[in-house]
C-alpha cells in the first residue's frame, strides 16, 4: 500500500480496519440466511451452495436464531439473505438493528426484469423499483440456466450456472455485500447553506464549462440521469417513509458526477520529515512510491461539483452546482446564496469518493514537483485546477485521453459511494503516478475503471473536453 490505513482514516475518515481486499472482506463477513415461509426447490438449492461457498471461504454461516439477539433483531453488519417471497410483517427490514448497518440481500426464482436490449436507464429503473418493493439493497434472480445479482448503481453480474461457485461468491458478490452505500450524515460533513457565491467571474467561466459539458453528454444514454422517489412502487406509506428516511428524504437519485476541482497552490514533496519544532502547520501524509518514502503537505482541496439528485443533462448552473471541500480530514459543503440557501440540497452519495479524487490530485501534484519539476500537472493544478467526470460505463481505450494513466481494472468490484471506492480512488491515483514515472511518461491525470460499476476520468482537460472526448460524435 502507498499509504497506511491510518492515514486514510485522518485524511476520509475511512475506519482502519476497513477491509480493501478480498480475505479482509472474507474474514469481516457475517452473513445469515433469513427464508421466507415457503421456498421454491431452486431456491432452496441455490442457498445450500451459497452457504457451502462461504464455509469454503472461511465464512461462518450461523442459523438465523443464532445470528438473532434476544429482541429477535439481527445486529449491526449483519448480511441478510432472504430468498423468497415475503409478508410485510416478515420483510428482513423490519428486523435489523439500525437502517444503515445491515445489508439485505433479496433472492428470487425468477428471471431478472430486464434482458440485454435494456437501456441503461431502463435496467436502473427497474432494479432501484424493485430495490424499494421488497425492501432490499441488493438483488439476485436465480433460474435453471443462471443467477444474476444486480445493484443500487445498475450494476449487473450473471454467472452461467445455476448454483453459485466458490469462485464467483468471492471474486464478485463477497465484495458487493461487504460495505453499505451510505449518504453523509449531519455529523459526516459541516454544512454551510447559501454561502456559494455564484456571482464571481471564476464562478461563471466553471458554469459554462458544465453548461458545454452537459450538452454534450446530453444524447449519450450511458449517463444515468435520474430515478425519482415518487414514481416507485412501495407495499405501503410506511416503507415509502423508511426509503426516504435512507435516502435522506431526496427527491430522487441521480447517478455519476460532473466536477471541477478549483486551483491550490502545491508545495512540493519532501524526502525528508522534518523535526518536530519545524514541520509545517499542515498535515504531512507519508507515501511509498518507486521505493522512496516522500512526505506530502496535504492543503485544503475543494470542488464545485453537481449536487446530489440534479439533471446532469438539464444543468442549471445556479441552482444544481455546490462546492464541497477538505480541510485537514474535515468534509465540508457550501450552497448557493441565491436560492435563500437551498437548504434541500443534500451531500451527494459520491461525496468521499469526489474528494478522495481532489485529495489524490493535490498529492500528485506535489510529488511531481519534487520528483518531475519539468511537469504540467502541478502547474496546471495551481492555475486551473481540474476535471472529474463519472459515469456508469466503459470507454473505448481509443477515447482515452493521452498522458490519461488507467488503474482499478483488478480492484474488488465493490458498489459505488462506499469506503472502498474512495480509498480505491485515491491510492489508485498514486499507483497510475507511480507507473508513469517509472515508464517515463507525461502524467496529466488518471482514469479509475470501477469494475460493474463505472469509469472516473480526472485531469488537465476541462469538463467539455473530456465530455467530446468520450462523445465525438456529438
Given at each position: 500500500m502507498s499509504i497506511t490505513p491510518e492515514a486514510l482514516n485522518h485524511l476520509l475518515g475511512i475506519h482502519p480496519e476497513t477491509p480493501l481486499d478480498i480475505d479482509g472482506m472474507c474474514r469481516r463477513l457475517r452473513p445469515v440466511i433469513y427464508p421466507a415461509p415457503q421456498l421454491t426447490e431452486r431456491l432452496d438449492a441455490f442457498c445450500t451452495a451459497l452457504c457451502s461457498a462461504f464455509r469454503s471461504l472461511g465464512i461462518p454461516t450461523?442459523?438465523?436464531?443464532?445470528?438473532?439477539?434476544?429482541?429477535?433483531?439481527?445486529p449491526p453488519g449483519t448480511v441478510i439473505f432472504a430468498p423468497g417471497h415475503f409478508p410485510d410483517d416478515k420483510l428482513a427490514i423490519n428486523r435489523v438493528s439500525t437502517l444503515y448497518n445491515n445489508i439485505i440481500?433479496?433472492?428470487?426464482?425468477?428471471?431478472?426484469?430486464?434482458d440485454s436490449s435494456s437501456l441503461p436507464q431502463e435496467r436502473l429503473d427497474a432494479i432501484v423499483s424493485r430495490l424499494a418493493r421488497d425492501m432490499v439493497h441488493i438483488l439476485v434472480f436465480v433460474t435453471a440456466r443462471s443467477w444474476t445479482v444486480c445493484t443500487m448503481n445498475g450494476g449487473v453480474a450473471t454467472f452461467d450456472s445455476p448454483l453459485p461457485s466458490v469462485e464467483d461468491v468471492r471474486n464478485i458478490l463477497v465484495p458487493k455485500i461487504s460495505a453499505q452505500v451510505v449518504p453523509p450524515g449531519p455529523d459526516d460533513i459541516d454544512m454551510e447553506h447559501g454561502t456559494l457565491d455564484t456571482g464571481t467571474e471564476e464562478f461563471r467561466e466553471i458554469a459554462n464549462d458544465f453548461i458545454r459539458c452537459?450538452?454534450?453528454?446530453?444524447?449519450?444514454?450511458?449517463?444515468?440521469t435520474h430515478t425519482s422517489t415518487e414514481g416507485l412502487e412501495y407495499r405501503n406509506g410506511f416503507y415509502r417513509r423508511i426509503v426516504a428516511r435512507y435516502l435522506d428524504r431526496r427527491s430522487g437519485m441521480s447517478y455519476g458526477f460532473f466536477a471541477r476541482q478549483r486551483p491550490l497552490g502545491v508545495t512540493p514533496a519532501l524526502h525528508e520529515r522534518p523535526p518536530e519544532n519545524d514541520r509545517p502547520a499542515v498535515t504531512l501524509l507519508t507515501v511509498h512510491l518507486q521505493g522512496r518514502t516522500l512526505h506530502v503537505p496535504v492543503p485544503t482541496v475543494s470542488v464545485?461539483?453537481?449536487?446530489?439528485g440534479c439533471r446532469k443533462h438539464l444543468l442549471d448552473p445556479e441552482n444544481d452546482l455546490v462546492?464541497?471541500?477538505?480541510?485537514q480530514g474535515r468534509p465540508w459543503m457550501r450552497t448557493p446564496g441565491n436560492t435563500e440557501g437551498n437548504h434541500d440540497a443534500r451531500p451527494s452519495f459520491d461525496t468521499l469518493t469526489i474528494l478522495a479524487h481532489a485529495l489524490g490530485?493535490?498529492?500528485a501534484a506535489s510529488i511531481l514537483k519534487t520528483l518531475s519539476p519539468g511537469s504540467e500537472f502541478p502547474v496546471h493544478l495551481e492555475r486551473n485546477g481540474a476535471s472529474m467526470t463519472h459515469w456508469h460505463?466503459?470507454?473505448?481505450?481509443?477515447?482515452?485521453p493521452k498522458g490519461y494513466h488507467g488503474h482499478g481494472r483488478r480492484n474488488p468490484p465493490v458498489s459505488c459511494s462506499t469506503p472502498q471506492s474512495a480509498a480505491y480512488s485515491l491510492m489508485g491515483k498514486i499507483a497510475a503516478l507511480e507507473k508513469a514515472l517509472s515508464e517515463g511518461k507525461e502524467y496529466r491525470g488518471d482514469v479509475h475503471f470501477e469494475p460493474n460499476h463505472g469509469t472516473n476520468i480526472v485531469g488537465m482537460l476541462s469538463l467539455a473536453e473530456t465530455a467530446a472526448a468520450m462523445n465525438p460524435r456529438c
Open positions: 450461523p442459523g438465523r436464531d443464532e445470528a438473532t439477539g434476544s429482541d429477535g433483531r439481527f440481500v433479496g433472492i428470487y426464482d425468477e428471471e431478472p426484469p430486464l452537459s450538452a454534450l453528454w446530453k444524447n449519450n444514454q450511458c449517463l444515468v464545485i461539483t453537481t449536487r446530489s462546492e464541497i471541500g477538505l480541510t490530485n493535490a498529492v460505463d466503459y470507454p473505448s481505450d481509443e477515447l482515452l
